[in-house]
T-cell receptor, first 108, second 114 residues
Framework: AQRVTQPEKLLSVFKGAPVELKCNYS??????LFWYVQYSRQRLQLLLR??SRESIKGFTADLNKGETSFHLKKPFAQEEDSAMYYC??????????FGTGTRLKVLA | DTGVSQDPRHKITKRGQNVTFRCDPI?????LYWYRQTLGQGPEFLTY????????KSRLLSDRFSAERPKGSFSTLEIQRTEQGDSAMYLC????????????FGPGTRLTVT
């Protein structure tokens, strides 16, 4: 079955600490993977996608096909990073499969 | 263009009533998606349009749900004979063509079925 797992509902870190939001997927083909973010009172928006291999707001994510993971990382968390983060899989069709999300709280 | 818009933003209805939601995508986007999101969950895919053609539909979409995009512009999602389990946030998103397209989401319509 095609699935995205985000094991942590809540992740709290102190400002300046490293952040890693975990995402594992289940799909036998070649996946397209994305991270979406929702800041308080704002719409869901794209943060980054694996095909772009870019760093956005200091965040990076590497696709590891062996471990079927796409973890989101940032070396130094900032308070404005506090938000809900969703990992999403596009399994070769038109639909997207989202994980249940991880709420990141960056403490001062 | 202010992005994807959805109307209404909130809808309270009684069980058994029909409801219709509207989504206006970004004007040059030919792809349109509907999702449902319940508390504590991520968005669940419901259906996808490319221009006016409905190309994919989730098994979550029971016979009570129907979606249209008549001229390839705005879209409507109708729920007939609403049930309490239909209470959720209904999200619309649009995108252009191409690999890994960025979806632009609307603010959502929150449905409460009493």
């Amino acid at each position: 079955a095609q699935r995205v797992t985000q094991p942590e509902k809540l992740l709290s870190v102190f400002k300046g600490a490293p952040v890693e939001l975990k995402c594992n997927y289940s799909y036998s083909g070649s996946p397209e993977l994305f991270w979406y973010v929702q800041y308080s009172r704002q719409r869901l928006q794209l943060l980054l996608r694996h095909i772009s291999r870019e760093s956005i707001k200091g965040f990076t994510a590497d696709l590891n096909k062996g471990e079927t993971s796409f973890h989101l990382k940032k070396p130094f968390a900032q308070e404005e990073d506090s938000a809900m983060y969703y990992c999403a899989l596009r399994p070769g069709t038109y639909k997207y499969i989202f994980g249940t999300g991880t709420r990141l709280k960056v403490l001062a | 263009d202010t992005g994807v818009s959805q109307d209404p933003r909130h809808k309270i209805t009684k069980r058994g009533q029909n409801v219709t939601f509207r989504c206006d995508p970004i004007s040059e986007h030919n792809r349109l998606y509907w999702y449902r999101q319940t508390l504590g969950q991520g968005p669940e895919f419901l259906t996808y349009f490319q221009n006016e053609a409905q190309l994919e539909k989730s098994r979550l979409l029971s016979d009570r749900f129907s979606a249209e995009r008549p001229k390839g512009s705005f879209s409507t999602l109708e729920i007939q004979r609403t049930e309490q389990g239909d209470s959720a946030m209904y999200l619309c998103a649009s995108s252009t063509k191409g690999p890994g397209p960025e979806q632009y989401f609307g603010p959502g319509t929150r449905l409460t079925v009493t």
